[in-house]
């Protein structure tokens, strides 16, 4: 059955950054997928002498390891809200608070734009895949990372798979959160005029208190009310789901992180 898209926002409707704890949710999703982030942008030859845009950059784990690790040289970091941002800032981080869905957001032209767990959250997502690839100079690479949901009518029931099933259908009604179309990331980076295009999947285990399991419990905490009111779930279900999570009765499969890439035909302007 599908829901009809909701048409609030991402940090409006849900996730809204003065909720107290909301940054360490952020920074447990980091902690979990930091590393396999910055391993593939290394491999794709970010370092020294480029210049970056981060969007939607959170807490900016990320936008800081590139200036701290990749020795790249700048990096923007662009948010709707830079409070966790302006808070941890550092010599070659600027910030713009911006809406990247604003038909004039335009903040310049970078050898790497990258984009994690932003779009899914966004309608319209062929047509900002489309900007921020015009963002990327010749030679530059985009690359955009969300979430695939990897659950289907065959996994067993269980409190996580109930809760899971619920965060997605309540999301997408509240707020709009669509990640069916993010396995077509490949087609769609093509289509945007990139060449060529990749994507991998990365699935951390979902071990008792690791990072990601708080992640996941903190986000249905914070999306409780729309979980409950697809009736899918009570409140007493999603307490049980949380407990579920945090024991060694665990036995799920964390939602992936795909990432994908395409590289702007032509050379980089020296
Ligand atoms: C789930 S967090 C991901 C943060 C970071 N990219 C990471 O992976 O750790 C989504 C971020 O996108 C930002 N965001 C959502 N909608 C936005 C919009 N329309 N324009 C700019 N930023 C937006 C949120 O404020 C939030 O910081």
Same mark, same amino acid.
């Given at each position: ?64 390891? =590139? &200036?701290?690790? !990749? /020795?790249?040289?700048? #990096?923007? $970091? ?6 966790? @941002? ?101 087609? =769609? &980076?093509?289509? !945007? /005029?990139?060449?060529? #295009?990749? $994507? ?6 979902? @071990? ?63």
């Amino acid at each position: 059955m599908s829901t009809a898209r909701g048409e609030g926002r991402y940090g409006e409707a849900a996730f809204r950054p003065e909720q107290a704890g909301e940054g360490e949710r952020i920074d447990f999703g980091a902690l979990a997928y930091d590393d396999i982030t910055m391993a593939r942008l290394r491999a794709l030859g970010v370092g020294p002498g480029w210049r970056c845009l981060d969007v939607g950059a959170g807490t900016g784990t990320v936008s800081r390891r =590139l &200036l701290e690790e !990749a /020795g790249v040289e700048s #990096v923007l $970091a662009v948010d709707r809200d830079v409070r966790f @941002l302006g808070a941890r800032s550092r010599p070659g981080l600027d910030l713009l608070e911006a809406d990247i869905t604003a038909p004039d957001f335009s903040p310049g032209r970078f050898r790497l734009v990258h984009a994690r767990f932003v779009l899914m959250h966004l309608p319209e997502h062929e047509r900002l895949i489309r900007r921020l690839a015009e963002l990327v100079v010749p030679g530059g690479v985009l690359v955009l990372s969300d979430a695939v949901d990897l659950t289907s009518d065959r996994t067993p029931d269980s409190p996580y798979t109930a809760a899971m099933r619920a965060m997605w259908q309540g999301l997408r009604a509240t707020i709009g959160t669509d990640v069916s179309w993010v396995p077509s990331y490949p087609s =769609l &980076l093509r289509g !945007a /005029g990139l060449l060529p #295009v990749a $994507a991998e999947i990365h699935v951390p285990p979902l @071990l008792p208190g690791s990072p990601l399991s708080r992640f996941w419990a903190d986000t249905w905490e914070r999306s409780r009310a729309a979980m409950v009111a697809t009736g899918l779930v009570d409140d007493g279900a999603v307490d049980t789901a949380v407990r579920y999570l945090a024991s060694d009765e665990c036995a799920a499969l964390s939602a992936g992180m795909l990432t994908a890439w395409g590289r702007q035909p032509g050379d980089t302007p020296r």
